[in-house]
């Protein structure tokens, strides 16, 4: 029987990944992938800049290069997810090990994949986790909110009504449970969900989080109203984080 790994994979600075991560990589019979090209370039990052932390010996060192050469990176999103899962059960249940990553960081946390482990454990097939990036953990520890409760919401729904609710709930929820709200959000939609939590927050104090670990990384700490001044002179762009609290920054 196989063994699915989990693997966290940097979310910019390509040094964050683990040595674990490197190893299982590079060893593993197949790769699925949410952006193959990605995650090819990543590969051969790691093959280039870490081989020499991982082989004990030279034996080791041909075996794992031999394993590279033939292994199997094959395309796993949402799109073709119900197909991809028998066919990944089907090797697991044959003794091939398969790592799962994301476009950047933990898989599953907003991206695809849970369908997967779900159907594996009900399988019996092992499922090992190798720990690593998040941009939620990222982002919450530099925000200069609370950390000791957060409550991750994912992105918005995409309809204005479904939206507004969604934030209401969250408003409601904060009423309850006293915990730093995290959601993600695209850059093009940025300026609307700002107008919408400013609708129902109020000139709250937010955090955002742009382009984090990257080299133009960006932490603003400011009112809706500031934010939305900012971004409206200046077009988002790369994936963002927004974060707010009952408890002010």
């Known amino acids: 029987m196989g063994i699915l790994y989990i693997v966290a994979t940097p979310i910019g600075n390509l040094e964050d ?3 674990r991560a490197i190893k299982t990589l590079l060893t593993v ?3 699925a992938s949410e952006d193959t090209r990605k995650t090819g370039l990543l590969l051969k990052h790691i093959r280039n800049m870490y081989h020499k932390l991982i082989y004990d010996t030279e034996a080791e060192k041909r075996d794992t290069i031999r394993k590279f050469t033939q292994q199997k990176l094959f395309s796993y999103y949402e799109q073709n997810e119900a197909q991809r ?6 090797a697991l249940k044959n003794g091939v ?3 799962l990553v994301s476009d950047a960081g933990t898989p599953l946390i907003s991206d695809p994949g849970f369908k997967l482990v779900r159907e594996c454990i009900r399988e019996g097939i092992k499922v090992e986790s190798i720990p690593g990036p998040s941009s939620v953990i990222s982002a919450l520890v530099s925000s200069g909110l609370p950390t000791d409760k957060f409550l991750f919401l994912g992105y918005p729904p995409r309809k204005p009504g479904h939206r ?3 934030f209401e709930n969250v408003k409601k929820s904060q009423e309850n449970i006293k ?3 995290i959601l993600f959000e695209a850059p093009h939609k940025l300026i609307k969900t700002l107008e919408e939590l400013q609708e129902v927050f109020g000139d ?3 955090v955002i989080g742009r382009e984090l670990t990257k080299v133009h990384e960006e932490i603003r700490r400011e009112s809706i109203p500031e934010s939305r001044e900012h971004f409206m002179k200046k077009e988002p762009r790369g994936e963002i984080v927004i974060l707010f ?3 002010q920054a």
Not at 85 to 90: A, F, G, K, V
């Open 204 to 206: 709250i104090q937010i």
């Open 245 to 247: 609290s009952k408890e």
């Open 17 to 19: 990944i683990t040595i």
């Open 164 to 166: 507004k609710t969604f």
């Open 97 to 99: 090990s398969i790592a």
């Open 29 to 31: 019979d197949g790769i």
């Open 179 to 181: 915990a730093t709200s």
């Open 85 to 90: 899962i028998p066919e990944i059960i089907i």
